[in-house]
């Protein structure tokens, strides 16, 4: 994430319209078809590409795993359980 900052010459406090707006800045710069006499143009648009997608793609939320609720049926009723406890949901 640092080096995809420093790519594009932002501080971690930046916003992505900052992100997107360095990133056109910079493409001008290194676009191979605008200068098409340096060898490594297409290599540095791919590297920018790549801290762009980086910065602006967003994060997967982080899943939490949530243990199954059990219903158990007894005389004149239901009770659920949750398998992180021994008394069911309505205390019983």
Known sequence: MREALALLGLSPSASLDDV??????????????????DPQANEKAIMLTKAFEMLTKP?????????????????????????????????W
């Open 20 to 37: 997107k707006r360095a990133y056109r800045e910079r493409m001008k710069e290194v676009h191979p078809d605008l200068h098409p006499d």
């Open 59 to 91: 994060q997967p939320e982080q899943v939490i795993y949530q243990r199954p609720t059990v219903v158990v049926r007894f005389y004149g009723g239901y009770v659920a359980y949750n398998s992180t406890s021994t008394t069911g949901v309505y205390g």
